[in-house]
């Protein structure tokens, strides 16, 4: 690993330091050179924080060797890619604030794959959705999609699951660190995900996911993707987000309709009227994949 991405690691693991802080720190010295040489002052100045708050980012960075953690990491088949490697996903840098890196457990060859689509919707839901996930992921793994997700409740986890039951290919994209994978009754599946997929977050493997990460996280499922599926959404559904997300990077939406008296609806169907693609197949969506 070179000294840059160690720095930014380190970085990374410092308590107020955001992305923000990073990309003003890399705009000023581009390799970090002298990172550990930086006074509270150069931090104060640089990051428009507080001395007392620099002078506790200098404390972290001197205090708390990365080494120790980057030996952690490998010990657990955790990488960290940086957005500057070649391993790093091109669609990822069209976003507004790219990851500056991704940590990843399993198979990382799977960031290059071209065919890859996002499944979300919503947490609750009911047979139905699980209907259009075992009719419609067998054959789009069969066309050689990869299916991107969030490893939540409901469709996200329905579409790891019915790719991984159909030999195919999945990457879960979670908020928070490794180690605290959310939800609880997903930590089994997020295994079985690692052993023929791909785990990734933005976050390092010890940080605890908060309430804005999930919302945050979302921008990384749509910007992997081609095109994102809805599957059952209601007016207020986080998948919405994703959905929103793709839109203002310019990839496809897809929806899968549903009845208009059907809470679990609300969304998708908004979606429809507002332009997303219906899809009543597999083919509505390979047949937009292969334009891109």
């Not at 550990?36 to 150069?42: A, C, E, H, I």
């Not at 990491?73 to 990488?79: F, I, L």
Request: charge should be neutral; charged fraction near 20%; proline fraction near 6%.
């Amino acid at each position: 690993m070179d000294l840059l991405t160690e720095k930014i690691i380190h970085l990374q693991h410092c308590r107020g330091i955001g992305w923000k802080a990073i990309y003003l720190l890399l705009k000023k010295e581009p390799d970090l050179k002298n990172l550990y040489l930086y006074s509270p002052s150069y931090f104060s100045s640089t990051l428009s924080i507080s001395l007392s708050h620099a002078a506790f980012v200098t404390h972290q960075l001197t205090e708390k060797p990365v080494q120790p953690l980057l030996k952690r990491y490998e010990e657990q088949g955790v990488s960290f890619i940086p957005i500057y490697s070649s391993e790093y996903p091109s669609l990822l840098k069209t976003l507004p604030q790219p990851p500056w890196g991704l940590y990843a457990a399993g198979n990382p060859t799977l960031l290059a794959a071209g065919r890859k689509l996002a499944v979300v919707g919503a947490r609750k839901a009911d047979e139905y959705g699980r209907s259009a996930i075992q009719l419609l992921v067998p054959e789009l793994i069969e066309h050689g999609c990869v299916i991107v997700s969030g490893l939540a409740k409901g469709v996200d986890a329905f579409a790891h699951e019915e790719a991984l039951s159909v030999g195919g290919e999945t990457v879960a994209v979670i908020a928070g660190g490794f180690n605290y994978l959310y939800p609880k009754e997903n930590i089994s599946l997020a295994k079985n995900i690692v052993q023929s997929g791909l785990l990734l977050s933005e976050y390092p493997p010890d940080m605890k996911p908060e309430k804005w990460q999930f919302p945050a996280r979302n921008r990384i499922i749509s910007g992997l993707s081609l095109g994102t599926l809805v599957v059952q959404a209601g007016k207020k559904s986080g998948s919405l987000i994703t959905a929103y997300c793709a839109l203002e990077q310019g990839r496809e939406v897809f929806c899968v309709p549903g009845r208009m008296d059907d809470p679990l609806s609300a969304g998708t169907n908004e979606l429809i009227s507002d332009g997303a693609k219906l899809v009543r197949s597999s083919e509505d969506i390979l047949s937009e994949m292969i334009k891109i």
